[in-house]
């Protein structure tokens, strides 16, 4: 009986800690950047590796990477003949670690042309739901930087968007 208490204690108190680790992030796949604010720090737990670190600090390979998405960006509005030029944004992506986009959060720049939020956010969820980065890593990571379309850069291979 002693160990029967023992055993059903330890389960407890096992299921206890497992259910304190558990990070619940409540904020949609897309979404403004001010909203949901109570989320970013279980965000910023569930991705704690940087984009840079996913390319071993390689500043080229990441900025490469990064160059490659906004063209990928670009791409995935033309197919769905969404015009994205002019639209100039901050922008906040977390990855989990196969490379999927879990959240992404954005806000339109003061000098950016006049897009109506709700048809970039509906963009953004399908491009979010559509999109798969080639690099893996051990651990959820993110990403925070500036956006402009068009972006001028040129593919080093013919390739579009990546999707699964």
Partial sequence: M?????????????QAYAQSEV????????????QYED???ALSKAHPATFMSV?????????R????ILMDVEDYAGDLNFDIKGVK???NLYFNPDGTIAQLAFFPKPNSRNVPVEQLTAF????VRDYRLTVRAEKGFQHS???????FFHRDLPETANRD
């Fill in 2 to 14: 002693k160990y029967l208490i023992v055993i059903t204690l330890a389960f407890l108190l096992d």
């Fill in 23 to 34: 990070t619940v992030i409540s904020a949609p796949s897309v979404f403004l950047i001010g």
């Fill in 39 to 41: 989320q970013y720090l």
């Fill in 55 to 63: 390319y071993h600090d390689d500043i080229d390979l990441a900025y």
């Fill in 65 to 68: 990477s990064w160059s490659n």
């Fill in 89 to 91: 944004l901050w922008i």
């Fill in 124 to 127: 953004f969820k399908n491009f």
């Fill in 145 to 151: 930087a500036s956006a402009a379309f068009p972006t």
